[in-house]
């Protein structure tokens, strides 16, 4: 059986979807099965994610920050549209650490500062 790697298969997935069929998921789940990629899912569904984004222009965004902000603090950050998953981390102490399209990184924690000054 042939080593379909995940971004095959999403981008497999994007084309068949764009045709707006009916039951192209379903199908599209059972030549996973078939195959024996199932466990290959969560992979997929990223690789499209990140197609569809980079196709529309449009970014993941990843902020980390060490307590929750207010909603409209990040309005100036972020484009409408731009995929936004904030995440808790108390160990940043304060400040933020931004990542944008799994590739950029802006770190702009307390802890980082502690660890240039301590290490």
């Not at 197609?51 to 970014?59: A, D, P, R, V």
Request: net charge positive; glycine share 6%; proline share 3%.
């Amino acid at each position: 059986m042939a080593n379909i790697k995940p971004k095959m298969y999403a981008e497999v997935l994007l084309t068949a979807l764009a045709v707006k069929k009916t039951g192209i998921f379903e199908r599209f789940l059972k030549v996973l099965e078939r195959n024996g990629d199932t466990k290959k899912l969560k992979q997929i569904a990223v690789s499209a994610e990140k197609m569809l984004l980079e196709k529309s222009g449009h970014k993941s965004v990843v902020i980390e920050t060490a307590r929750r902000l207010p909603k409209n603090s990040l309005k100036g950050f972020i484009k409408n549209g731009d995929a936004v998953v904030e995440k808790i981390n108390p160990e940043l102490i304060a400040g933020m650490r931004v990542i944008v399209n799994g590739e950029k990184q802006l770190d702009f924690s307390l802890q980082k500062k502690l660890n240039e000054i301590f290490n």
